[in-house]
């Protein structure tokens, strides 16, 4: 039966009148986002006393105001699955259906929810401060128009910011962004639209972001409102527009310093917890197209391997939830404990709000147990874990290949380990598996990725051994990948449903990675060259056109021979001179396309720039590389 939507006087009934003692909770949720909504609730059905606050005005984040109705992956199980059943029987007699969770039903259950477990909601409120003693968080300072400045003290407080604010105002150490630059992946802009009977909300990659600075946020809304995808000379198509999301979709921003840090590297190498919270579950959904910029795992993964499309779990620890040094202190949401590469994966909506719920549960034993909230027993945590759903018994790291839709479901792969097995998929069209499984043999798999380099036959084979032999360091591949440069090799692999690297400009950056000086008259052509590039890939997801190909290969060149550069001294009069030159010629046709609409188009001038004048200046300094 539907209840009434809860008033503000109804949120805040437990509220005292300003001017009294300060406020005391057992938890405070700062953020009522798409981790923090779930952990207010979780906390608060254990008989806790629970405070949550948000500086605007409804629960849920991006799968409310956000304009994400949907789920991409991410893990089932979990309180979230309650709530979107309930959101589903608000459609029936209340709210206009959705494809997806609705935006305005979640947000009424979500409120109910909180508000018959006991928990007080203050909208319209900003954290001000952190109360801590010692390294404990103690409490928070905050401030909103209906009740002033309040001090508020809890025994523990969770941060489900997304961006980490509360963590930082305590002076948590924070880290995010490439190295590059520090840019953070895309954010999208929701639109909602009629269509038939039911609301549907999508979205484009609108632009770039960096959440903790206004000025960058403040343009990105008034901006990404205006591109064409949203801002329209004309409306005739007989679309029901309905209205903007009214809050950006913000795929990334800070992560803290945890206990324990999750990151790409760690987890490949199969360092990771055994003690899971739960399964972050995704595949390296990373929407940047500049991947030339990215590190050099991710590049190894994503450009010579073509593996974007490969799913996997990644356990979370409660370390990666605790800020690194501090007590009283939980974060949640995607401002965990990651790396850059590691969140476009730990990012998805049903694997955060597991992680409210993980935080909350956290929390409660903490409280009643009297403990640290690093010393909580996994246990424990593990059987509440257990019991809603959040964790399987015994759940493990497994990887998948993505499938499309109407396609039956592959079993987990393995990693390959026979060379009879790996030649024969380096001898077909999805060879990435096979290049990844011998970067993992190294040298026990050499010799005949040494073979095979001289091969012509099976068509792939030698090609795709070079390419394992180059993420194995093994120079012998260079004259192989030189050839593939040369023939701008437009033959893409088939070994991800889309995201799939050219073989032409993967060997541009492999090239680089070998820093094989002989590369450098090819390269140097690339950089002199509009015109030649073959764009074959039916796939227009990651790239758009011959403009989109163009800069692949203008990118991976130019951070080759910045790397040659750096390893061959001798080189690098000709490598600048060249710089100096392509620098002076820019101007404005260099860019790329953004995911979902090949109409908005990034000039990346000002990257290459920035890329060319860290080169020179590392070469003139007295160490002399980047």
Known sequence: MMRQKPTNSDIS?????????????????????????????????????????????????????????????????????????????TEKSVYTPSYGVGAEGKQYVLEQEAVLAGAVIRYDTTVT???????????????????????????????????????????????????????????????FKLDGNRVRAYYTDSGYVFPEDPHSMSAAIVDSALLSTHLMDRYDDGTTYMRIAPQLGVRESRFIVGEEQVTLERFLREDYSREPLFMAYSNLDNHSKDVAFESELQRD?????????????????????????????????????????????VRMKRDMQKSGEA????????????????YVPYPELARLLREAGCLEEGEKVFFEHRVAQSDAAHAPIRWL???????????????????????????????????WIGQAEPEHLQRHSAMALALMGAREAAP?????????????????????????YAAVYLLGRLADKETVPLLLDLLKSREGFTFIDGNKEFLSDEADLRFQYVSYALMALAAIGN????????????????????????VISFKGSSEIRNVMDDKIRRLIDRTI?????????L
């Open 359 to 374: 935080a909350a549960y956290a929390a409660y034993l903490a409280i009643t147990g009297g403990v640290p909230l690093r």
């Open 13 to 89: 009934h437990h509220a005292p009148d300003s001017g009294t003692a300060p406020e005391a909770y057992d938890v405070i949720v700062v953020g009522l986002g798409t981790a923090g909504a779930i952990a207010v609730i979780a906390a608060a059905r254990k008989g806790l006393r629970v405070l949550g606050i948000d500086r605007h005005t409804c629960m849920g984040g991006a799968g409310t105001a956000g304009g994400v109705l949907g789920y991409y992956f991410g893990k089932r199980g979990g309180l979230f699955e309650e709530i979107d059943a309930k959101v589903q029987q």
């Open 567 to 590: 390893r061959h001294e001798e080189t690098r009069p000709a490598i600048a001179e060249a710089f100096g030159r392509f620098e002076r010629e820019l101007d404005g046709t260099l």
């Open 129 to 191: 401060g952190v109360l801590t003693e010692g390294r404990t968080v103690t409490g928070l300072r905050c401030f909103s128009p209906e009740l002033g400045s309040r001090t508020v003290m809890s025994k523990v407080v969770i941060d489900g910011t997304g961006n980490a604010d509360v963590c930082r105002l305590a002076g948590c150490e924070l880290q995010g962004g490439r190295e590059f630059d520090d840019q953070p992946q895309p954010f999208s802009n929701a639109l």
């Open 301 to 345: 993964w994503t450009v010579a391997a073509s593996l974007w499309g490969l799913k996997f779990t990644v356990p979370i620890p409660l370390g990666a939830l605790i800020p690194k040094g501090y007590d009283g202190l939980l974060a949640t949401g995607r401002c965990i404990a990651l790396d850059h590469d590691m969140a476009s994966l």
């Open 617 to 625: 200046r590392a070469w003139q300094s007295p160490a002399g590389v």
């Open 417 to 451: 380990e026979n060379p009879a097995d790996i030649r024969e998929a380096l001898s077909g069209v999805k060879p990435g598996v096979a290049i990844w499984s011998a970067k993992r043999l190294g040298e026990t798999i050499r010799g005949h990725l040494l073979q």
């Open 480 to 504: 192989i990948l030189r050839e593939m440069v040369r023939e701008r090799d437009p033959f893409v692999p088939q070994t991800s449903l889309k995201y799939n690297q050219a073989r032409g």
